[in-house]
């Protein structure tokens, strides 16, 4: 006589609203998955690697990384370029039905201009302890100056954006000591 083994219960189901919950995160995950992709490019090109991608209906609107070396243009963050190409490419300012995913926490400039854009929301990985301009040094966006409010979602992926921060900076320190040693140590 064969024995059939037991089949194993299976899982219970997981609550509807909490699925959601984790199916919204999830998607949060994959456009911020994308923003690092275009941060580490950025990188690599010798800029701090910041990246932004422009959302609106699980759509690409816009993208776009720190390209402030190569422009030489101290306006050029990735979040600034990333609205300019917006509103260029619908011909429409308001970006009231985007959601913005970037890798660091938006810096005053930049902060200033998601409330300029009337953005719908923001979602970003990495606080930026000294600029900013969402909650680290500043709240410009819950602030007097702003008329406009919008929901952020911060610290998604928020170990990967900092970590590919820090060793950024890591690598270019110690790229500096090997080209530049110290004049007491001599030759
Ligand atoms: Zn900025």
Same mark, same amino acid.
Not at 52 to 57: D, E, K, S
Not at 123 to 133: E, L, N
Not at 158 to 185: I, M
């Given at each position: *006589? ?88 619908? /011909? ?16 005053? *400039? ?10 719908? /929301? ?41 970590? /590919?921060? /820090? ?21």
């Amino acid at each position: *006589m064969d024995i059939v083994p037991p089949t194993p219960p299976a899982p219970p189901p997981q609550p509807e609203p909490l699925k959601q919950l984790s199916d919204i995160y999830q998607t949060h995950c994959h456009w911020m998955t994308r923003a690092l992709a275009l941060a580490a490019k950025a990188g690599a090109a010798g800029e701090v690697p910041v990246g932004a991608v422009l959302i609106a209906n699980q759509q690409v609107i816009a993208e776009a990384a720190n390209r402030r070396e190569r422009d030489q243009d101290p306006t050029a963050h990735a979040e600034i370029l990333a609205l300019r190409a917006a509103g260029m490419q619908r /011909q429409n300012w308001r970006l009231s039905d985007c959601t913005l995913y970037v890798t660091l926490e938006p810096c005053p *400039m930049c902060a200033g201009s998601l409330v300029l854009a009337r953005l719908g /929301q923001l979602v970003y990985g990495a606080d930026d302890p000294k600029a900013g301009a969402v909650r680290s040094v500043l709240n410009l966006l819950d602030g007097p100056s702003s008329n406009h409010r919008l929901p952020v979602l911060p610290g998604v992926l928020e170990a990967a954006c900092r970590d /590919q921060l /820090q060793q950024w900076f890591s690598r270019r320190r110690h790229a500096t000591q090997t080209n530049c040693p110290s004049p007491t140590k001599g030759p």
